[in-house]
């Protein structure tokens, strides 16, 4: 028995850029089926263009702009027309009062726009202008660092070269071997550490300039509001520091 295939009809749709004679930064991409006609192709672009089916006239172009034909039987396909890929709908607008003219869709500054006086803002319960006024601190910039360097002042008085100390983060232990300003640094004081294992990051030496002596390798220098003075013994490296574990 001979065998009989299903035979389903190639896909004639075509891709083609739709353009407006009113709306100059207007494109979009449609893919249509050749059999569609020129009608129902109108009803398409009405949804996407805002032009009127009754106002629009349609132009077919090649990918170089230029005219090919004037799409005017509304019951023809679009087959009748000898579409290819990548060729222009260019949309007409006939209505001069239409709702594309004049730039109202593109220029924004065509459009009238609402303004509210500053004493009607001010009555608003809640505007940004409020909250901004919340959020920004009351002190200037410069009072703030003020501020910082007194408290760091007021930290490093408590602090003395020769104290033993403990390091945030990681509780590194050490002597204290500089207290003071370092304007190279950067602004407000500063505290030298010799670490007693090597979790520095140099020999006292930064930037060329020689704050204090140590091995390499166990020196830091940090501000103030990490150091805690106190008892620190160096830890024993063989201590076993769980004692509750066998």
């Given amino acids: 028995m001979a065998s009989s295939k299903l035979q389903l009809p190639a896909d004639d749709s075509v891709l083609l850029l739709i353009t407006h004679s009113n709306l ?6 449609i893919r249509v089926s050749q059999q569609t006609t020129v009608e129902a192709l ?11 089916v009754a106002s629009m006239r349609l132009q077919l172009r090649d990918d170089s702009g ?4 004037d799409l005017d039987d509304d019951a023809a396909p679009l087959a009748a027309y000898a579409p290819y890929n990548g060729y222009r709908i260019h ?14 869709l593109e220029d924004t500054s065509l459009v009238d726009k609402y303004t509210m ?20 601190p009351k002190n200037s910039p410069s009072e703030d660092k003020e501020e910082s360097e007194k408290h760091m002042e007021e930290l490093c008085s ?6 033993r100390c403990e390091v945030e983060p990681g509780a590194k232990r050490g002597t204290v071997k500089f207290v003071g300003r370092a304007e190279a640094l950067g602004r407000g004081f ?30 830091a220098i940090v501000r ?6 106190g008892d620190f013994p160096e830890r024993d490296p063989f201590e076993d520091e769980d004692d509750d574990e066998i």
Wanted: with cysteine; glycine share 10%; net charge positive.
């Fill in 158 to 163: 408590k602090i003395k070269v020769g104290d």
């Fill in 91 to 104: 949309v007409v607008d006939l209505d001069p009062s239409s709702l594309t003219s004049g730039g109202w």
């Fill in 224 to 229: 103030p509001e990490k150091v805690k003075v």
């Fill in 42 to 52: 109108k009803d398409k672009l009405w949804r996407k263009t805002g032009t009127a």
């Fill in 117 to 136: 006086s500053d004493e009607t803002y001010d009555k608003l319960d809640t505007n940004f202008r409020k909250f901004k006024e919340k959020m920004v």
């Fill in 66 to 69: 230029t005219k090919i034909a």
């Fill in 24 to 29: 100059t930064t207007f494109a979009a991409d």
């Fill in 190 to 219: 500063w505290v030298g550490v010799q670490y007693d294992e090597p979790l520095g990051k140099h020999d006292g030496m930064v930037k060329g300039i020689r704050f204090f002596e140590c091995p390499q390798g166990h020196g």
